[in-house]
């Protein structure tokens, strides 16, 4: 299996469509967003909208998605402010959005190549039920998976 990997974007939306036309991730089995599609300390209206319409095509088009904590202060909170906040911006993100984030729910996942390899991906790290240690510490197997791509 093929992967292209695109970690935090931060509304630099023009390279992150660039990255998703390449043709390594034209060619990829699977293009996955690792979370943080918004802010950024130099961002105007034009780079919020945008990035939310990538947003948008992405999940539409059947990319895998997570969620950043730059993401998740403007759909649910914001629960605590992170760096690059503009509470201006939140009037941007519509239900519909939402929605389609929140029908997500996840903040990680389990990639399988085959039974023998596996690759977590996460956003900044994941909760301690999500695996569970045996043999010492030697071995583990995944209690909780948000989402498995094979």
Known sequence: MKLFIIPDVHQNWKTARKL??????????T?????????????????????????????????????????IQYIFGPRYICSGYQSAFKEFIDDDLKNMWRDLGQSSFKVE??????????????????????????DFHFVKTYLTIS
């Open 20 to 29: 998703r036309e390449s043709k390594q991730a034209l060619s990829a089995d």
């Open 31 to 71: 293009v996955v967003w690792l979370g943080d599609f918004l802010d950024d300390f130099d961002s105007t209206k034009e780079d919020f909208v945008e990035t939310l319409r990538l947003v948008r095509e992405v999940l539409e088009c059947g990319d895998k998605v997570l969620f950043g904590n730059h993401d």
């Open 113 to 138: 190549h085959d039974e023998s390899a596996s690759v977590i991906l996460s956003h900044a790290g994941f909760c301690d039920n999500l695996i569970e240690f045996s043999d010492g510490g030697r």
